[in-house]
Each structure stands twice: as C-alpha cells, then as structure tokens.
C-alpha cells in the first residue's frame, strides 16, 4: 500500500465514525412512538390538541382552597381554572392527563374536593372548572409547566395523541389567602 491509500483509508474510517455519530445523536428514543405532540398554551386563549381544547382561563396561588360542598384544606396550593372540551369524540373523553412539573418535581392535581380532575368531556361543548395542586411551600418560585391531556385508549392508560403544555410564571403570582375551587359545570 501506498501512503496515498493509507491516507485515503483514515480519511474513510474518520467520515464514517463521524457519520455513525450523527446518526446516533439524531435518532430519538426507543419510546419516541409513545410519545405525545405538544401544544404550547397561553393565558385566555384556546390550545388544541387531536381530541382535547382547553381555554386557561386562570391561575391562582393560595395558602387554602375551598369548594361549593364546604370541603377545604390548607397548604400552598396552584389553582388552575379552565374550560375544556373534546374534538373528536367523547368516548373515553376524560381529562385523564393533569399535572404540574416544578423544576425536577412533579405534581398530580388532587382529587379531593370538587376539582376538574378526570372531569368527562363532551365533544364541542366546553365544561369548566378548577384544577388544585397542592405543592411544597418551597415550590412557588421558578417556572412550572402544566401538562393537559387526554388517554387515547382505555381510561387511565397513559398514552396520549397530544398533550397540553401552559408554561407558568411563579413567581409573579400574589399568594391570596384563600381560592375558592370553580364548580364544574357548562362553560357560559
């Protein structure tokens, strides 16, 4: 062999590890298929996903929640107001994805009181309500993103088709003393 051929021989070896690396860093996870499309929200405005709309009508911080049936509880709370509808179709339509992610955390909204949590939705005719995460005191600084969404399979399976995301600003929110939860109910 020539130096010619040497060289030409480590150029190829060299183009073809750096091809492999691509490659690699460009394929997605293994769970990729499973994985939902997002739809980034804003405050008052509709986000939409295949079979799930959401209008965030409001979020509120308050050291205790209450509902119309006279349940409360205290702590440091993130309510969330919304409406809420199916697109498609109501079989299976619940509300089966809410959740609240500060920083590595994660929180469920709760289901006690009267909360919008696993509320059934009915196709092009909104329903409204309050969805309340109970936090540690510590967790109302930051960011946090809230994930909506809706199963597309039996009811509490976790695959979805698409998912909800409303980015929240933590920090600008003035903790009130008490935040009464929405009735869930017809949209007005």
Do not use: Y
């Not at 799930?52 to 049936?69: E, F, M, N, P």
């Amino acid at each position: 062999m020539t130096a010619r051929t040497h060289v030409l021989s480590w150029g190829l070896t060299l183009v073809l590890l750096a091809a492999a690396w691509g490659v690699v860093e460009v394929t997605l996870p293994d769970d990729a298929a499973q994985q939902p499309f997002p739809t980034t929200a804003e405050i008052g405005e509709a986000a939409v996903s295949r079979n799930l709309v959401v209008t965030v009508t409001d979020v509120r911080a308050a050291a205790r929640v209450t509902d119309d049936s006279g349940w409360s509880a205290d702590g440091t709370w993130l309510v969330v107001d919304l409406e809420a509808s199916s697109q498609v179709t109501q079989e299976n339509a619940l509300l089966g994805l809410s959740r609240l992610i500060v920083g590595d955390r994660t929180f469920s909204a709760t289901d006690r009181g009267t909360t919008f949590a696993e509320q059934r939705l009915v196709t092009g005719v909104p329903r409204s309500g309050s969805l309340a995460f109970e936090l540690p005191a510590d967790a109302l600084t930051g960011t946090a993103t809230l994930q909506l969404g809706v199963p597309t399979g039996a009811v509490g399976q976790v695959p979805l088709d698409g998912m909800i995301t409303l980015t929240i600003d933590l920090d600008a929110l003035e903790p009130d003393g008490e935040a009464a939860l929405l009735p869930n109910g017809w949209a007005r």
